[in-house]
Structures are given as C-alpha cells and as structure tokens.
C-alpha cells in the first residue's frame, strides 16, 4: 500500500476499531482524543492542495456587499498550474491576483475563464509539480456523515478549520453539497473534506434563486454551506481552459404558477426567439419529460435543467392542450442570452374602481379613463368611457387580465379588440405600439371617491413616525389624511441619500402632490445615517409588506425613490424583490451594474432624474442607454443648469403624474 494511502486510513481505522472493541470502557476524553487526531490527520492529506489568494484593486463594492481585502482560498486543478476557486473571490474585478503556494512560493495568477452555472473561476500560474486534491467518490456521500471545511488565509502554513455533517445532497437544483460546517469568504474556494481526506467538493457561496457572484453570501457562518462536487469541478476545469466563460442554457420559457412543488408544469410564456419557439412548443403545454427524465413538478424541471450550459442539447417532450392531449417532442440548443422582451403597448389608462365586496360579482371589461395621446389607442380612435370587453379572441374581466393579454404581444403586431360604446358594440384592430419614454401630457389626477363614514381607526393618517421592533430601525411615512380604504393609493417607498433622512424637505415637497393624486409615502430610516447596507433590504421589505396590509395599496404602482446613494440602493432592491416593485425612480444615482433581463412577469419602469451640471450626469444617461437596451421602459429628465441636488417642485410634479400613469396598458 503506497505510504500516502496508509497514512490516511491510519487515525481513522483506529477510531472506528476502537469504538467498535470498547464501546462501554471508552472514556470521553479517549474518543476525542482520536477524533481530533482524525480530523487532523483528514487537514493535512488536503493541505498540500490548498493556496492562498490575494488580489490586489478593483471595486470596493460589489452591489451592497463591500468587497473583502483579506485573502481567500483556492484548490489545485492540476499539476501543471491550474487553480480552481470561487467567483466571488474575483465578483471585484481585481487588476492582479497572487497566489501563494503551499510551499511558500508567491506566483501571479491569471484568470482563464468563469462557470457562471457553478459559480467557479479558474487561475492559471507558471508553476508546475503541483498536487491536485483526491476526489472523493459522490456516490459515497452520505446524510449525515462528517464534513471538515478546509481554507488557507490566516497562516500559511496551516489550513482553517471548521467541522460538521452533510445536512443535504443534491442542493440548489441538483449542483451542491450543503453542510453545517460554518463556511466564510475567507475560505470560498477552499476544500469540503471526508474524514478519510478526501475532498468531497469546492466551498462556494449559493442561492437557490440568485445567480450572481454574491448569492447566498448572506448565509456564512449561519450552518448553511454549499460545496460544488469535486468531480463536477473537475468537469468544468476541462472545458475552462478553453479561456470562455460557462453561461446557463436558456431555453426561453416561464411556467405557469409560482408553486415549485404543485402541479404537472404548464408553460405559460415562450419568449420570442428563444430555442423554445424555435422547436415549436407553445404557450399551454404541459411538459412531462426533458432528457429522458419524467417530470411532475417544475422543481424537477430546474434539477433537469439547473447544470446544462449554453449550447447544450435538451429534448423535451409536452402534452398539448390537455392532460390527456398529444404529446409532442423537439431537441433544443440553449442560449446564452435571448433577445431582450418588450411588451407591447395600446397606450390606455383603466378607471381605478373600488376593490367589490367579498363574494360580490367582479364588473367585466375594462373602462378607459383616459387615452394617451399619439399612442395606438389614440390612432385607432379610442376614447375616454369606452370600455374593452374583449382582447384578441379572450375575454377581459379586468384591467390584470387586459394587461396580461396585451403583454403576451410584441411591438407592430396586431391586436384586435372589441370596444363597447353607450351601448353599442365594435371591433377594431390596431398595431401595437412600445412604451414610451416620455410622461402622458394632460394627465389629470384620477377623482378619489370620498370616504364613507367615519375616519378608519386602525391606520394612522398624516405625518407621522413607527419603530419595527423586529429591525430595531424607525420609519416615517404621510398617508393623506381624507385616506379612503376603498381606493387603492400609490405606495412610494423614499431611500434617503447618506447623512440626511430629508424628512422635513419630503414631507412639504410631497404632500400636496400625495393628497391630489393618492398616493402614501413611506420612508425607511437606514440604521446608521451615514448610508444603507446591504442587510437592510429585507427592513425595507417588511415595512412595505406593513405598509401594504395595513392600507389599500394599488400593486401595480409601488415605487421606490432614492436620491445618491439611496438611489443606487433602490436599484438593487427593485432587482432583489421583482415580484414587490413596479416602478423604480432615481436622482442622481446611476446604476453601478448590468441590468438583468426585463422578465414578462414583473413589469418594472423607470425614471431617472439628473442635473446636467452633476459629476454623474454622464454616468446616469450611460444607465439610461443600458436600461433601454434591455428593452425596459424609461423616462430620462434632464434638469438644465443643476447640480448633484434633488429636483424642485416642477420634476417632483412630473414624478408624480409618471407615477399616476404606471397602470398604462
């Protein structure tokens, strides 16, 4: 037996025999003593494989998250110099990486290429004799059994060290190891190790819904860790040293419901374009197997399809029209991207009416309470008091239902509608139109119905201030003070800049513009005034949530406003809650990465505010272009002769009425 091999089963076979001969005369301390010589003895077989990364520069924040300065950890891929560890070591964009040897040698590192479905990343370093790390085998893991994780930052010479179980296989749709053992940046990248030595996977932050570098860092050191397997890591080694990056496969297609877990999955939208239309499937198909696998939930279409990549080959199979209809079967090749989704536009308001008392009948159709002027509605002689009963061949039973209807079209495609006039009943086609970047001119407030009966006694009304005692931050908020619970309001959600809440200079700003046209204003506080971090996301949320069923609230106009760096911090969470915020309006803030897709299932405007004397004047009409090329709907207002200053009434008044038209279909 090569030394190597009987220096590993050593302290363990020891341990097991020992337990097994002498369970009753064993003292604690003994077992100990042999589990500690165990993990030990597991650290050391896996050091010679583990290096120290440093990098030097780049951002100093990424998102919320601020970006570490300590080192982290890698594993070696080869022999011949290949380091593989985790993206979010590199999410900064750093100008140089150091790597440094388990012997002590200090290399520079270059990157070769990202897996952006594993989230790993590949350094290359002139170096050679080096000691890949032993896979263990994955078919061996075990709920349950010991796990220590593995990392080289603090001393060079010896791994940290953090010990726990496997607490599930197969996580974050079919990708990863989870452990109890605390992972932490410092040891992304570093070894998931058996207690024979044996490395079971590469530590790596992960979330089963966010796809970025930074997913799921909020869970380290919370008993919640994922590890990509050592053989899935190897895998992607070979083909990172090609120097392309590994994108997710897209085939271009949303379900049905958001219940992961119920139900046979039923398409709901196919983007045009996308490999999905291309094989000829069809919005109501219900898919009943992908790549030979059967299917009943969409959870196990995202186990399916969580590790293919982009020029993968996926055959999928559907039953069309009906449980028991045809099945019919293509071969796709996902996409790295799709083209951009653009909803199509008629360019109408629905009237606002009250929300029908429970068990009452809904009223069918919607009634248009004003008409956009030059929009295709306008062109096709729609007036205000016609009322849209039908939408390409479907009934409409409200404005969601219109909405849903007319997004399922492009821009220039036809859309047929049937109008009901004082009685009398017509069809018309038109071509449909883009939203667009500009405020409807002549928009007046909408009338809010006066209340009935007394004050409600429950929510509060005027200015005034709460405590969430679950965040232990404050919040203040206006509620117009003749509030009518049967009209549903705007809900504005202010992120104040750093070091000032402007709560005085809101509060006169916006209080008339909020009694005239519904809306409340709610107005988070930052726990520190100097600025928001990335924790108080769900503060926001929750106050929102608060807000939202404390007081009737119009979803489909919940906006976040942020000046500087509230600004930027409404960016992100307009992209953390896309299923919470249907409009996000910025000052002086541009964005400070990509945009992610424009998803069809949550609508989201924009409208962005700058002085074209501000420093980051030029920055905020980049965000603009970036914005737009994703094909998202955005007014930009450029305020002639300002500075890095919050807009005067004028722009405010403006604001508001791009608010009031949200609901445009």
Not at 219 to 248: C, H, M, N, S
Request: proline share 8%; with cysteine; hydrophobic share 40%.
């Amino acid at each position: 037996m090569p030394l190597r091999i009987r220096h590993r089963c050593s302290t363990w076979a020891a341990l097991v025999l020992f337990l097994h001969v002498m369970p009753y005369t064993a003292s604690a301390a003994d077992v100990a003593a042999l589990e500690e010589q165990a993990v030990k003895q597991a650290a050391a077989l896996v050091s010679p494989s583990l290096v120290r990364i440093e990098t030097v520069g780049g951002l100093d924040r990424v998102g919320q998250f601020l970006t570490g300065t300590g080192p982290t950890t890698g594993l070696v891929a080869s022999s011949d110099g290949y380091i593989i560890s985790s993206s979010f070591n590199f999410a900064a964009r750093p100008a140089s990486i150091l790597v440094t040897l388990p012997d002590g040698r200090r290399l520079p590192a270059q990157q070769v290429a990202t897996d952006r479905v594993k989230m790993l990343t590949l350094l290359k370093i002139e170096a050679d004799n080096l000691t890949p790390a032993t896979a263990a085998p994955p078919g061996g893991f075990r709920v349950g059994q010991w796990t220590i994780a593995l990392g080289r930052t603090f001393d060079a010479a010896e791994p940290s060290v953090s010990v726990g179980i496997v607490s599930a296989l197969n996580r974050i749709w079919g990708k990863a190891i989870q452990t109890d053992a605390k992972i932490s940046p410092v040891n992304y990248g570093g070894a998931l190790v058996d207690i024979e030595g044996r490395v079971m996977g590469l530590l790596v932050p992960l979330s089963p819904q966010g796809k970025s570098e930074t997913a799921g860092v909020e869970w380290y050191d919370g008993g919640i860790g994922f590890a990509i397997p050592l053989t899935d890591v190897y895998a992607a080694v070979e083909r990172l040293k090609a120097g392309k990056d590994q994108l997710p496969g897209l085939m271009g297609v949303t379900m049905k419901g958001h219940d992961l877990y119920e139900g046979q999955p039923q398409i709901d939208r196919i983007r045009y374009g996308s490999p999905a239309q291309q094989a000829g499937f069809k919005e109501g198909d219900l898919v009943v197997e992908i790549d030979g696998r059967p299917i009943a939930r969409t959870a196990m279409m995202m186990h399916v399809l969580g590790n293919k990549y982009a020029g993968d080959v996926v055959t999928m199979t559907v039953r069309r029209g009906a449980s028991d209809g045809p099945t019919v079967t293509g071969a796709m090749t996902l996409l790295e991207k799709l083209e951009p989704y653009e909803s199509a536009y008629l360019g109408v308001l629905p009237v606002r009416l009250p929300s029908p008392p429970a068990g009452g009948p809904d009223e069918s159709g919607v009634t248009v309470r004003f008409v956009i002027p030059d929009s295709p509605a306008a062109l096709a002689g729609l007036a205000r008091g016609d009322k849209i009963l039908r939408c390409n061949g479907g009934d409409v039973t409200g404005p969601a239902a219109l909405l849903d209807q007319v997004s399922r079209r492009r821009p220039r495609d036809a859309v047929r509608l049937t109008i009901g006039t004082a009685g009398a009943v017509r069809d018309l086609e038109l071509a449909a139109g883009s939203l667009p970047d500009s405020v409807p001119a002549g928009l007046r407030a909408a009338p809010i119905p006066p209340r009935k009966g007394p004050p409600p006694v429950a929510p509060k009304l005027g200015h005034f201030t709460e405590k969430m005692p679950a965040h232990e931050h404050e919040y203040w908020a206006y509620v117009p003070a003749d509030y009518n619970p049967d009209y549903a309001y705007a809900l504005v959600v202010w992120l104040h800049p750093g070091g000032d809440t402007m709560e005085a200079a809101m509060t006169r700003a916006w209080q008339t513009p909020c009694d005239e046209r519904g809306v409340i204003l709610l107005a988070p506080k930052a726990k520190q005034i100097s600025g928001w971090n990335a924790d108080e996301a769900v503060f926001v949320k929750d106050a929102v949530d608060e807000f939202m069923a404390r007081y009737t609230i119009d979803r489909s106009r919940v906006v976040l406003h942020g000046f500087d760096s509230g600004g930027r911090f409404a960016y992100e969470l307009a992209f953390k809650y896309r299923e919470l915020f249907r409009g996000v309006s910025t000052v002086a803030a541009p964005l400070r990465e990509p945009p992610p897709d424009n998803e069809p299932d949550f609508r989201l405007q924009w409208h962005l505010i700058s002085g074209d004397g501000d420093p980051l004047h030029r920055a905020v009409e980049g965000s603009v272009r970036a914005l737009r090329a994703m094909k998202y709907p955005v007014v930009q207002v450029t305020i002639a002769g300002g500075g890095h200053q919050y807009p005067p009434t004028e722009q405010i008044l403006d604001l508001v009425r791009w608010i009031d038209a949200l609901d445009r279909i």
